[in-house]
């Protein structure tokens, strides 16, 4: 399974935008770029995902770089219920497999 | 649309006991999962069922855990006999496309 690295930490305040890098240099071709958090005592949740072209929802926006090395989580106007782990996870498409392997992701404090 | 429904919230057991999890999928969602987080770490898929046929259980521990999804809806996650490092929260999920939706979880604890 293809790896991903994300920083163990990041901090911010409340109603700022919030950046969270994931680097991911041996991604495949077909690989996707999912994006889960998890919060306090619940189970994980789904953010958003890609494959090459920027993406946006409600939650957020997906930035993908354009060698697809590495993406970043953008929430526009963090809130204190955005206080979570994330998880940058790659999800392998070919043959139907749906497996994601978490790593530690990024735990996320939001000031007020 | 009602979520993954999972019982018990939280088990309390002493070693070389024997405890079971179920997991209520959202209705439709052919795939279920379920997944070991210990605590500091991200879940880790456990076993991966499409309807009632297993897809891959790589990396249950067939020794000691056992699954099933006999009609394709419910399951139940076994453990028998349980050890210190089963402590854990035991996460189920389902999804039928790209979204994988998690239940609460249940947390165990081996005294």
């Known amino acids: 399974d293809a790896k991903t690295t994300q920083p163990n930490s990041m901090e911010s305040n409340e109603e700022e935008p919030v950046h969270l890098p994931c680097n991911h240099s041996t991604i495949s071709g077909t690989d996707y770029i999912h994006w889960y958090r998890q919060l306090p005592s619940q189970g994980p949740e789904y953010v958003i995902h890609?494959?090459?072209s920027n993406v946006n929802n409600r939650m957020a926006s997906l930035a993908i770089a354009e060698d697809r090395k590495s993406s970043t989580l953008i929430l526009h106007r963090a809130t204190l219920r955005d206080a979570a782990v994330y998880y940058c996870?790659?999800?392998?498409?070919?043959?139907?497999?749906?497996?994601?392997?978490f790593g530690k992701g990024t735990k996320l404090t939001v000031n007020p | 649309e009602a979520g993954v429904a999972q019982s018990p919230r939280y088990k309390i057991i002493e070693k070389r006991q024997s405890v079971a999890f179920w997991c209520n999928p959202i209705?439709?969602?052919?795939?279920l999962y379920w997944y070991q987080q210990i605590l500091g770490q991200g879940p880790k898929l456990l076993i991966q069922f499409q309807n009632n046929g297993v897809v891959d259980d790589s990396q249950l521990p067939k020794d000691r855990f056992s699954a099933e999804r006999l009609k394709g809806v419910d399951s139940t996650l076994k453990i028998q006999p349980a050890k210190l490092e089963d402590s854990a929260v035991y996460l189920c999920a389902s999804s039928r496309y790209n979204e994988q939706f998690f239940g609460p979880g249940t947390r165990l604890t081996v005294l």
């Open positions: 890609g494959l090459t």
């Open positions: 996870i790659l999800r392998d498409n070919v043959g139907g497999s749906e497996k994601l392997v």
């Open positions: 209705s439709g969602h052919a795939t």
